[in-house]
T-cell receptor, first 114, second 109 residues
Framework: DTGVSQNPRHKITKRGQNVTFRCDPI?????LYWYRQTLGQGPEFLTYFQNEAQLEKSRLLSDRFSAERPKGSFSTLEIQRTEQGDSAMYLC????????????FGPGTRLTVL | RKEVEQDPGPFNVPEGATVAFNCTYS??????FFWYRQDCRKEPKLLMS???SGNEDGRFTAQLNRASQYISLLIRDSKLSDSATYLC??????????FGAGTRLFVKA
């Protein structure tokens, strides 16, 4: 399977715990996005990487959120001191080339914070 | 005002009907426009890009009106399999991508 993969697919955690999600983009794609989606809403932009450089972060991304893409391949999204409001689907997408190109999404990681 | 706003749904239409969705965007400098489709509990997938000249792909037609800052999606001869959420997507410049909240379509036999 050469699509975007995300792990884990589901994560249940208690409030205050830290969680980390992983995204493996399509291998030749140099651009990677993270989104958050809640019920009844579209994906909400969180951050963007071009190769290993994080070029844009949403101001909605609090200091509890951090993302990395250390070698320009896979990426991780960490949420520290989780809150119930962090419960959502976290989607990763990758693309090659510019913003005019199709983004290919992974299946997402569903986070539930109890 | 939201950066991207879509028609509130849901749209309930019979098979064979023609249905149109509209989407408005607030940033006049926006550069790229798309319609994505999202099935229940699945990830979004590109349906079509929207070009200034408009474009058509089978039963689907997308149009862009830069002056009025809206894009539209027309689905002709609706099929049961068209039932999904349709997401309007805009890149306002820079690296952000903005999705609308989506419009749900139910096509009934």
């Amino acid at each position: 399977d050469t699509g975007v993969s995300q792990n884990p697919r589901h994560k249940i955690t208690k409030r205050g715990q830290n969680v980390t999600f992983r995204c493996d983009p399509i291998s030749e794609h140099n651009r990677l996005y993270w989104y958050r989606q809640t019920l009844g809403q579209g994906p909400e932009f969180l951050t963007y990487f071009q190769n290993e450089a994080q070029l844009e972060k949403s101001r909605l991304l609090s200091d509890r959120f951090s993302a990395e893409r250390p070698k320009g391949s896979f990426s991780t999204l960490e949420i520290q001191r989780t809150e119930q409001g962090d419960s959502a689907m976290y989607l990763c997408a990758s693309t090659r080339g510019g913003a005019e190109n199709e983004q290919f999404f992974g299946p997402g990681t569903r986070l539930t914070v109890l | 005002r939201k950066e991207v706003e879509q028609d509130p749904g849901p749209f309930n239409v019979p098979e064979g009907a023609t249905v149109a969705f509209n989407c408005t965007y607030s940033n006049s400098a926006s550069q790229s426009f798309f319609w994505y489709r999202q099935d229940c509990r699945k990830e979004p997938k590109l349906l079509m890009s929207v070009y200034s000249s408009g474009n058509e792909d089978g039963r689907f037609t997308a149009q862009l009106n830069r002056a009025s800052q809206y894009i539209s999606l027309l689905i002709r001869d609706s099929k049961l399999s068209d039932s999904a959420t349709y997401l309007c997507v805009v890149t306002p410049g820079g690296f952000k991508t903005i999705f609308g909240a989506g419009t749900r379509l139910f096509v009934k036999a």
